[in-house]
């Protein structure tokens, strides 16, 4: 037999070793088509799969004698990370005292647990079928042809079999190679992110990566609105390879306006790959007259579902293993009106009376003709029936565990007091007594819901006592067992208010962060006011939720109650105060006075503790990105940031990592240290939950900035390209937050390339943001800025004037001590005014803003900004005539520009600039440099070239310009080989071959190779 490759510690164990992740692992990859992982984590097979025309990597790994497995995903998506969660996912999979989890991504050891709920995977799998189902040829063809349209809602009561028909028409639809979702809901469903997280997880098990990037709209602090999640994974639905049956049975349980509103868009809009088949006990509350109108529903009820005369023959005769009479099987049909779950009551009744017998020729129970026979009626009388038959000890087994919405033998005997009650729910199954097992292993069992139902109220009615018992112990098992949300659904039913409202409290971050608001406010406005505002850190999240939930005014009284509750000064008390301020610091920041939230998020950072992770984590990161835009210290914010980072990161919260480092990242962009800022993006994108080859929404934050680096180096369409795919991410998450860098970004890119009309145009979409109110006023103050740029650009001198001058006027009525706008807001402002006299030929007008502007940015380190001010004044000394003082400017601008390769800084201000360049580049080739000043000749006439103005005499390149490697791939692209043919040559892969020579263009500062050939032989880097 031949051994499987081994990866052991990231590691393929071949000759020589590969590292996973690197090039030659995913060069191996193509190739391969299983191996073996071990890590501490655990192991498993992996193997490569075909399905549906496409190619998939599987693990395996069997345990007790059970096969188990976890999507990996395509080739180029299996990394270090990658293996290790599935390794562990399947590890846990093994653990059958507690319900399975989906994804890697559950492990509560992962460092990016924080984004990920826990999902219960019997949720999503399909009720096991009975021993026996009798063929119902004609109403499952009914269904059937119902799939034509995009759904098909069976209403009916309990107990008419809605459930066995899903299964049914499933198997059906899979023997003609459809995929079928199943998703069986509760009442914790309710909130509307917990119903998506099980739908999209339901459809992701059926096709493995197709609503990733849905599901990642669901995975932020603040989803995205249903309709724009809805709208991506319609659109990726629709390049499904096969059809999709989602079933969603007992909706009823989970509906809500607003999910009743989620559904109906999907319908209205459903690919024709989607077809949803929903079971209700209850027509939905929706208006179905529409959907009906456009043809897009079909409708199934009672009068469909009832077992016809010799339907019921066969059921009791095949299934119940009870025969009657043809007088007494009319008669039981004519009043159980073909309701099946009437029909086995009346068997089990039947058999009951004779269990001497194999087969039963009881009379059927007679049911009191003066009452309607209705089927709770014929429910309550024959579940009696059922009940007084069964031994004492089964009863009581059935009354206490009534109130459990799943059952496993554990948690019976938790709640029972017994240790058999794995033995007593296989027994149940087997005597066909309304159980139904979850799961193939027959380790999760429910109850048929009426049976349920009429189960609790004799529970009610005759143990009483008891009642509060059993949910405590089934509360105190859940929770030990990681279930938390049952665990407080069931202390709630108790009664036990502050036992649940501490675990709440304990649950309340991790809600929050996945986005889970709605049902962190219905629990809390489940618990008595008094005793909510008793747990100070609850209510606080609570206001928090409320706040996301666009409920301010109610969140600001809560926070008014906790402070006038909480207001006696002790350590608690003092805690309590911290994190108030933090949720008013968001409400502050939301108003638009930005100034103002910072000062309450610094104040609240410094007095909120060490370990709470999601407030002082929010509040820091507030006071770090205010302290870019404020008097700070730049390099102090980039410290400040990257420990928040670092402390984000060791704790797990993996939101606040990432802010930081794009933070990071932004801030050094502003320090003119683009390589490292570049660097940050990446390693903030790794922070990022990864599902199939989609991207998290909030990637669109680190995409916006690397867009930014991109048109600083003059590589225009990789910034073009770059942003847009952050804005297509903003876009999909309906953040105007986002969305709003991407646009003045791209605008700049643009203008750059001389379309100014439409980077007016892209500038304008933050106006009506704005006019909406889904941006602060800031934010129009900074697209104002760039937009008198464009006009700049544009020709549109009177305009960008007009603007300037209200702009100087504004501060001259603004009120004595009054700070006005953010320094950093300030800065920019000075700048685009400065610029525009330039354009008028104003000189003095550009110096009164330039020179105070210099000595600002200089002081508090704000590079990028002082990079800019001395290019300006280089222009307002050469328009003068003071060409010593123009070079020397320019020279300083060069200086700091030259280590990062900054050009559009150059470029965009057009001639003037580039004949200021030409005579420096020509008084300093004469003279002897220094290695510092050969770094800022190479650099001008880097700048030059791309002006189109190359000069190559006396060119010589800093000896550091280019690596070794880049060196060799560059005489080869002198030869005219291509990447191919490099690669082949110098024994590399061809992404790398690319990279480098991505490198190249940058460093040279040129678009292509004839440019990168010349331009190093100009400065003598080849022959």
């Not at 791939?969 to 990279?995: C, D, F, H, P, Y």
């Amino acid at each position: 037999m031949t051994r499987l490759p081994i990866v052991r510690d990231d590691t393929l164990l071949t000759e020589p070793p590969v590292r996973v992740g690197s090039d030659s692992w995913y060069a191996w990859l193509d190739k391969a088509r299983s191996f073996a992982y071990h890590d501490g984590a655990g192991r498993f097979t992996a193997r490569h799969e075909e399905r549906a025309g496409s190619s998939f990597w599987y693990a395996y790994r069997r345990q007790g004698g059970v096969l188990r497995k976890t999507y990996l995903g395509r080739s180029m998506e299996l990394t270090a990370e990658r293996l290790h969660d599935a390794a562990h996912t399947l590890a846990q999979m093994g653990d059958v005292d507690s319900l399975a989890t989906i994804g890697a991504a559950n492990n509560a050891n992962n460092a990016n647990d924080a984004w990920h709920s826990p999902l219960i995977a019997t949720k999503i799998a399909a009720p096991q079928p009975a021993q026996s189902l009798i063929s119902r040829q004609d109403v499952l063809s009914q269904c059937r042809q119902s799939i034509e349209r995009p759904c098909t809602i069976i209403a009916a009561p309990a107990g008419f079999g809605k459930t066995t028909l899903l299964m049914m028409a499933s198997e059906q639809v899979r023997s003609q190679g459809w995929q079928v979702a199943w998703v069986t809901l509760e009442e914790s469903e309710q909130d509307p992110t917990r119903f998506w997280q099980y739908t999209l997880a339901a459809i992701d098990h059926a096709q493995p990566g197709i609503s990733a990037t849905a599901r990642h709209l669901l995975e932020i602090p603040r989803p995205a609105p249903v309709d724009r999640m809805l709208t991506v994974l319609i659109n990726d639905l629709a390049t499904a390879p096969t059809p999709i049956l989602l079933v969603l049975d007992d909706y009823h349980r989970a509906a809500t306006p607003a999910i009743d509103q989620g559904l109906i868009f999907l319908i209205e809009h459903a690919p024709a790959t989607l077809h949803l088949l929903v079971a209700t006990r209850s027509t939905p509350a929706f208006s179905l007259a529409r959907l009906r109108v456009q043809g897009r529903i079909t409708e199934l009820d009672a009068a469909d579902l009832r077992f016809s005369t010799e339907e019921a023959n066969r059921f009791m005769r095949e299934t119940m293993r009870v025969s009657l009479p043809p007088d007494q099987l009319a008669r039981l049909e004519r009043r159980t009106e073909g309701w099946v779950a009437g029909l086995q009551l009346a068997a089990l009744s039947l058999r009951n009376q004779t269990n001497d017998q194999a087969t039963t020729q009881g009379s059927l129970p007679e049911l009191d003709t003066d009452r309607v026979a209705t089927p709770r009626y014929i429910a309550e009388y024959l579940i009696d029936e059922v009940l007084e038959r069964q031994p004492d000890d089964v009863q009581t087994f059935l009354l206490q565990t009534a109130p459990l919405e799943r059952l496993s033998g554990p948690l019976c005997d938790a709640v029972t007091g017994r240790d058999d009650s794995a033995a007593v729910l296989a027994y149940l199954t087997r005597a066909q007594l309304f159980v139904t097992p979850l799961d193939a292993a027959q380790t999760w069992y429910r109850y048929h819901h009426l049976f349920a139902e009429v189960l609790r109220e004799r529970l009610h009615r005759r143990m009483p006592d008891s009642v509060n018992q059993c949910h405590q112990r089934a509360a105190d098992w859940l929770w030990r067992h990681g279930m938390a949300d049952d665990a407080i659904r069931h202390l709630l039913a108790a009664g036990q208010f502050v036992d649940a409202a501490s675990r709440m409290e304990q649950q309340s971050d991790r809600l929050v962060l996945h986005g889970e608001l709605s049902g962190l406010v219905r629990w809390v406005r489940m618990v008595p006011r008094d005793i909510a505002l008793a747990h100070p850190h609850l209510c606080v999240l609570f206001a928090v939720a409320l706040l996301l939930q666009g409920e301010e005014p109610e969140s600001a009284a809560w926070l008014d109650a906790l402070e006038k509750r909480h207001a006696k000064g002790n350590a608690l008390q003092s805690e309590t105060a911290a994190e108030i301020m933090a949720v008013r610091s968001f409400m502050t920041l939301w108003s638009g006075d930005v100034a103002g939230g910072a000062r309450l998020a610094q104040e609240a950072a410094r007095q909120l503790p060490p370990d709470d992770q999601l407030l002082r984590g929010l509040t820091l990161w507030i006071s770090s990105v205010i302290g870019i835009f404020g008097e700070g210290n730049m390099a102090e914010v980039v410290q400040t940031v990257g420990e928040l980072a670092e402390a984000s990161r060791r704790s797990g919260n993996m939101l606040v990592a990432f802010m930081a480092l794009v933070t990071k990242a932004g801030a050094l962009l502003y320090l003119c240290q683009l390589r490292e800022a570049a660097r940050i993006c990446d390693d903030s994108l790794h922070l990022l939950p990864v599902r199939g080859d989609q991207e998290s929404p909030i990637a669109a934050m680190a995409y916006c900035i690397q867009g930014e680096i991109h048109r600083e180096w003059n590589e225009l369409d990789v910034a073009e390209s770059t942003l847009r795919r952050a804005l297509a991410i903003g876009d999909r998450l309906g953040s105007p937050e986002f969305i709003n860098d991407g646009l003045l970004y791209l605008a700049l890119v643009q203008c750059a390339r001389g379309q100014n009309d439409e980077a007016l145009a892209t500038l304008d979409r933050i106006r009506v943001m704005v006019q909406a109110r889904q941006l602060a006023p800031w934010d129009l103050t900074q697209m104002e800025i760039i937009r008198a740029r464009v006009l700049v650009s544009r020709g549109s001198l009177d305009e960008a004037t007009r603007w300037a001058e209200d702009r100087l006027r504004s501060r001259r009525t603004r009120e004595p001590g009054s700070t006005g706008l953010l320094v950093f807001v300030s800065d920019l402002e000075d700048l685009a005014i400065a610029r525009i006299a330039l354009a008028r030929g104003d000189t003095d007008a550009a110096f009164a803003l330039l020179e105070p502007l210099r000595e600002r940015t200089e002081n508090i380190g704000q590079w990028r900004n002082l990079m800019e001010t001395h290019i300006l004044l280089a222009r307002a000394h050469w328009m003068t005539g003071a060409t010593e003082s123009a070079l020397c400017d320019l020279h300083a601008a060069l200086t700091i520009a030259a280590p990062d390769r900054f050009m559009r800084v150059f470029l965009d201000e057009g001639d003037t600039i580039a004949d200021l360049l030409t005579q420096y580049t020509a008084s300093h080739s004469a003279a002897s440099p220094s290695r510092e000043a050969t770094r800022e000749l190479a650099h001008a006439r880097a700048v030059l070239a791309a002006f189109g103005r190359a000069n190559a005499e006396g060119a010589v390149a800093p000896p550091d310009l280019l690596s070794a490697r880049e060196v060799d791939v560059l005489r080869l692209l002198a030869t005219g080989r291509s990447n191919e043919a490099i690669a082949s040559e110098m024994v590399l892969a061809l992404s790398t071959v690319k990279w480098h020579i991505a490198h190249i263009y940058r460093k040279l500062g040129v678009d292509g190779r004839m440019q990168a050939v010349a331009r190093a032989r100009e400065l003598r880097l080849i022959a």
